[in-house]
């Protein structure tokens, strides 16, 4: 009996990521016996694949059909895949294939056009003339990539999202000009070089956009995995959609209304396979929109939104247009000019950061101090947004109704005494808001929102008075 109890004792077990542990027992042979596992794949239900021992006879040591990956897992997504990367990762990468499809297939025709307005297959077409415009159009690009890098670098980052919409789009409207540059030679160089120039500003904006979305869905510190993997994926429909454009070109290249009309089809397949994939995506981060929204609905109803409801409301065509100008890490030289200006500056102001309220263009500016923190910069946005609230409509919390019924009354000079109100405020109403958002799921210590890097030091003490 003693032996029989050891038979069904389990020996260990081994699970694969978050799935279901199975067992392994002595089998009487001396040889170990597995448990059937149930294969997921992309954690759909799939085929349960029983494992294969040494005799053929289902029991024994897992055969090939339970390594750990699956071929087309192995090849195209991250090991450890679903586990290793962020829950909206799968949804994301489906609608991003099918945005890739599409473009390859636009990208096609756009160089149909491109090679025809060219001269290639005209006879009287000048090598030297084809030469001089691809050098024309190609450094146009070059300078328009360094210029574009420079100008929003470090916007990209803040609103990944809204980028990465828009350098398709713009992806989409050069590809358009490419095929319309035949119809008009004379300005043919002219009208390339400008879409090539809009091209490399979209792989600028597509690129950095596509490095910020792989460290939020890398989750074990595994974004080279991640960034190769999606590479890999990318090729792949390139090479589909290659295949398809031999298909497709043969039978539309006669055509320019028939060619016109399939590229106007691929860009509404494109544009809304990209806004889905977009919308897609649930960064547990602040950026100024996503806070600006979570924070609306806590003034307005005492709760915090989450994640997802809060990115599933995150606008994408207008999120580059705030109607409060939030400024944060400005240079302290910007907002005084002398002694008394300081002071009144710092006056009543014990947080490691100063304000700056200009009510009739509705800006906020701010000061951070040296020791300022990822906590004081989310409390400093969150003090200029809760500014710009007392500025629109809408229910408020009791104590700040009171402020806004008094902006409305009162004369801008009032500025500074609503901004030390509102401080008072802040220190009753921020902890129960940060609070909320650390057990809603936002990772509140990092954030996107965009910071200058200037920071200040400042000696005037609040109570001190200088006349």
Known sequence: MADVASLETPLCSEQFGSGAARGCRAAPDGSLQWEAEERRWWRFPAFAVK?????GDGEGSPGPALLPLSGLQAVFLPQGFPDSVSPDY???????????????????????????GIGVGNAKASVSAATATWLVKDSTGMLGRIIFAWWKGGKLDCNAKQWRLFADILNDLAMFLEIMAPIYPICFTMTVSTSNLAKCIVSVAGGATRAALTVHQARRNNMADVSAKDSSQET????????????????????????????????????????????????????????????????????????????????????????????????LHRLISSVFELQQLVEGQQEPYLLCWNQSR???Q?????????????????????????QEDGPLPEELEELRNRVRAGAEKDSWVIIRETHQVLNKLFPKFLKGLQTAGWKTEK??????????????SPEKKVL
């Open 51 to 55: 494992p294969t021992g040494r005799e």
């Open 366 to 390: 701010v000061v951070l101090s040296q020791m300022a923190g990822p906590e004081t910069i989310l409390r400093a946005a969150t003090h200029g947004l809760v500014l710009g609230a007392l």
């Open 236 to 331: 792949l429909v390139n090479l589909a959609g290659l295949l398809v454009s031999l298909l497709m070109l043969p039978l539309v290249s006669d055509c320019p209304s028939l060619s016109l009309g399939c590229f106007f089809l691929l860009t509404t397949l494109h544009i809304y396979a990209n806004y889905r994939a977009v919308r897609a995506l649930v960064i547990e981060t602040l950026n100024e929109s996503r806070l600006q929204l979570v924070l609306k609905h806590f003034l307005q109803r005492g709760e915090v939104l989450d994640p997802t409801s809060a990115n599933q409301m995150e606008p994408l065509w207008t999120g580059f247009w705030p109607s409060l100008s939030l400024s944060l890490g400005v240079p």
């Open 447 to 460: 954030h996107q929102l965009e910071v200058d890097e200037w920071r200040a030091t400042w000696f005037l």
């Open 362 to 364: 509705n800006q906020v």
């Open 90 to 116: 799968l949804p994301y990468q489906i609608w991003d294939s099918v945005q890739a499809f599409a473009s390859s297939l636009s990208g096609s025709l756009a160089t149909h056009a491109v090679l025809l």
